[in-house]
């Protein structure tokens, strides 16, 4: 089968490493599913593969892709939760299991005509969400929706900032807490992004480290040392910033006199459980928001859509077609 594979890594030239070629078909196996891969989707967390940010050069090579859509072997429709844990090693939470791994990370993911996963990671594809959609959620989607809702705690009413308005995990905070009822202020430093973020229902969306109209209750993090300083001074007192990346750096100037004097909270936030992935679900059949999908390829073409991604050229997600899709298949 066909697949891309990640048999390098380098800072500086990551897709010097990436490798599209023939390997052999999973093998069926007791607990776990071969799936059919309709749909995937890109995601930052490929490129850090490739850069070596993250993980171990010893666990190369492997086939990137973090999310992923199609159908089991019985012909199931089914997307796939992407964290393979033990919920009991996290006391209940299956992120919090020590020996968690995002597919791709020990074992081979999504970018293939085929993948095996535990059977317990699938999940039913609702008839509304096509494959193209249903493969934007497990990791942009998923995140955000416990950024918002499980770690911040979000209601209607409430003040949120979301960094970086142009990615995929920014993108689907800025539409979840919109139809969730909040008031969403958002920033960029494109123009375009900026209205586009305003489009999905931000009230405001702001040049990256400009002032906003009012202090926010949470913000939604994912760039980091860039956009940092910021995120605490659009703050309230006893407010929450919520991190789940830094794509900017992982190391800004604390400012730790502004979080315990005004009592900030600093909440880390690592992908999804498959009950709220299941709960995203339910809120988007609820309410009809939808994934921001900015353009589909071909597998044969994973070169250029990675391309894009590095020249910040992507407003949403990038949805990877490992075979020639029926469009029958990719309409439901």
């Not at 089914?78 to 996290?90: Q, S």
């Not at 955000?144 to 003040?159: E, H, K, P």
């Not at 970086?164 to 969730?180: H, M």
């Amino acid at each position: 089968m066909l697949a891309a594979t990640a048999i390098s890594q380098s800072a500086t030239d990551p897709l010097s490493g990436l490798v599209l070629g023939e390997i052999p078909k999973p093998e069926p196996r007791p607990g776990w599913s071969v799936v059919r891969v309709v749909a995937s989707s890109l995601n930052m967390h490929d490129l850090w593969t490739l850069r070596g940010v993250g993980h171990p050069p010893e666990r190369l090579p492997v086939v990137l892709g973090c999310d992923a859509a199609g159908h089991d072997e019985d012909g199931n429709a089914v997307l796939v939760h992407p964290v393979l844990a033990d919920p009991d090693g996290g006391l209940g939470d299956e992120t919090l299991d020590p020996g968690r791994a995002l597919l791709s990370e020990q074992h081979d993911g999504a970018f293939a005509e085929y993948l095996s996963v535990p059977t317990r990671n699938l999940i039913p594809k609702p008839e509304w969400l096509t494959f193209d959609e249903a493969a934007c959620l497990p990791v942009a989607w998923g995140t955000a929706y416990r950024m918002l809702f499980t770690q911040a705690g979000i209601r209607a009413g409430d003040r949120v900032l979301v960094q970086g308005a142009g990615g995929g995990v920014a993108s689907a905070a800025i539409k979840l807490a919109v139809a969730a009822g909040a008031v969403v202020y958002a920033t960029s430093r494109s123009a375009e992004k900026r209205a586009q973020a305003e489009s999905w229902g931000a009230r405001k969306a702001v040049p990256t480290g400009e002032r906003l109209p009012e202090r926010v209750d949470v913000v939604i993090e994912t760039v980091g040392e860039a956009t940092w300083s910021h995120s605490l001074k659009s703050l309230r007192p006893g407010g929450a910033i919520v991190i789940a990346g830094a794509t900017s750096g992982t190391n800004p100037p604390a400012d730790l006199g502004r979080v315990f004097y005004l009592q900030q909270r600093i909440l880390g936030s690592t992908g999804c459980t498959r009950g709220e992935l299941v709960g995203l679900l339910k809120l988007m059949d609820a309410t009809g928001v939808r994934p921001v999908i900015d353009r589909t390829l071909p597998l044969n073409e994973i070169h250029k859509g990675f391309q894009l991604m590095i020249d910040g050229r992507l407003t949403g997600k990038l949805v990877v077609h490992p075979q020639a899709v029926d469009p029958q298949e990719e309409a439901s």
